[in-house]
């Protein structure tokens, strides 16, 4: 069954520097989590806020050997009053055999704040 898995994290400073580490820090927490293998991912959707503009999230993925050929997208977010600045979201799509509610969705540093109903630990 394929599921989505989402997290969020965010960075001190527009630099490609904190955008990679970040990016690659947020995916391979959560493929660890859910204990996922580049072979079961369909695709790793990015989206940033406009204040990103240093680096893509994709380009820290695409030069982890594993992950090459998994399909990956970046994507501006809108413009939302008051939404949280310097944010990098994910949008994990993978086959897996966990139900919904095993799934570990992960939001690191400010993000952790987008959604306080899931379990962070």
Not at 35 to 56: H, M, Q, V, Y
Not at 88 to 93: P, T
């Amino acid at each position: 069954m394929t599921r989505g898995i989402r997290g969020a994290v965010t960075v001190e400073e527009n630099s490609k520097e904190q955008i990679w580490s970040a990016a690659r820090q947020l995916v391979t927490e959560i493929l660890s989590l859910n204990e996922l293998r580049a072979n079961n991912i369909g695709a790793i959707i990015f989206s940033t806020t406009e204040d990103l503009t240093a680096a893509f999230p994709s380009s820290a993925i695409r030069q982890l050997p594993a992950l090459r050929l998994v399909p990956l997208f970046d994507t501006r977010e809108p413009a939302v009053e008051n939404s949280l600045p310097l944010c990098i979201r994910v949008l994990i799509l993978a086959d897996t055999d966990k139900a919904q509610n095993k799934i570990h969705h992960v939001y690191l540093g400010g993000a952790r704040n987008l959604r306080p109903d899931l379990d962070h630990d």
